[in-house]
């Protein structure tokens, strides 16, 4: 049942794709409590995440997260009106946990469940921040594994209109993270760095930007090219024997992603007529993105919604704010056999 002096359903939301066991819940647009647990420190001295760990730590972690989430809350079990879960696109083991968690859930206490796109959910989970989107937007989802321009009508209708030919934003931080011999994940690392440094000292190719890719690839990244730009470009000063200068470096290839991510959203924007920009996804926690966003968004007279970054990581947060839109509009729920799905596509918003 809706809670005391609100007529919107209670959404149970529970995240566990990658690493990060996340229980949420969400009242119409408002974030009642969002509980977060990382296996990210087991993973660390592997250089990645290994799926059999995470699915291990979901399981250690499900049960007291959901626990901890309602007790924060003061909400009861009873009081859930609907349960989400992420059905995808992610690690097939850890999804399955969350899954198999949240069909418990549904069957023991006689709700709906709805098994929702994870990438979806990052753009989404900004109406708990800045209320709800406006009848078109465009988002740039960029994560550890995706870089998608979407248009999203209507909060829950998705048109792919891009995505990365190889390398998604976060995962080439993690790789030229690694090449410059720094922890994994390297994406927050090379932020710091880059900070500190001069944006300009090396100009790293901008892929597919060149005019003869502008037909074919308006809209989607490539960034395995740059990637090894930096690589080359490291090897050449180790071969001449001199130093890395690690800031410059980690400064002038966060502006390159950042350059391309932007100038392609905006033009994205003006070409489909739309004002406003959604950016979400892990790597927009990233301060270049951010701040180079602001300002071109600014120059255009887009709107820029970016949810605050502790809503960026994976979390569910994004999963009940999608469940709760979904809800909203009376969508069927899916089924309780619903199947995980660790490709699934990104216009399927619900399964
Ligand atoms: O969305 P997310 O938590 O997990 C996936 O669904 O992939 O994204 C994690 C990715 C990692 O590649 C991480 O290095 C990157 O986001 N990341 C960053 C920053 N914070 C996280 N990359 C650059 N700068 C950051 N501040
Ligand atoms: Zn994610």
Known sequence: MPLPGSTDPLVLGIE???????????????????????????????????????????????????????????????????????????????????????????????????????????AVVDELVDGPFPERVLALVVSGGHSSLLRIDDTVEVTELGSTLDDAAGEAFDKVGRL??????????????????????????????????????????????????VARWVEAREDAGLEIPLHDVAASFAAAVADVLTAKAIAACKAHGVDTLVVGGGFSANSQLRDMAALRC??????????????CTDNGAMIAALGSALVRRGRPASSLDLPVDSSMPLTQVLV
């Open 16 to 122: 566990t794709s990658c690493d990060e066991t996340g229980v949420a819940l969400v009242s119409g647009y408002e974030l009642l409590v969002d509980s977060v647990a990382s296996s990210m420190d087991e993973h660390a001295r592997f250089g990645g995440i290994i799926p059999e760990i995470a699915s291990r730590a979901h399981l250690e972690a499900m049960i007291p997260t959901i626990r901890r989430a309602l007790g924060t809350a003061g909400v009861g079990l009873e009081q859930v009106d609907a349960i989400a879960v992420t059905a995808g696109p992610g690690l097939v083991g850890p999804l399955t946990i969350g899954a198999s968690a949240a069909k418990a859930l549904a069957v023991a206490l006689d709700r709906p469940l709805y098994g929702v796109n994870h990438v979806i959910g990052h």
């Open 298 to 311: 600014e120059e255009a007279g887009i709107t820029l919604r970016i949810p605050p970054i502790r809503y």
């Open 180 to 229: 410059l011999g720094l922890p994994y994940p390297g994406g927050p690392h090379i932020d710091r760095l880059a900070r500190e440094g001069d944006p300009e000292a090396i100009r790293f190719p901008r892929g597919l930007t060149a005019a003869k890719d502008q037909a074919a690839h308006a809209t989607d990244f490539s960034f395995s090219g740059l990637k090894t730009a």
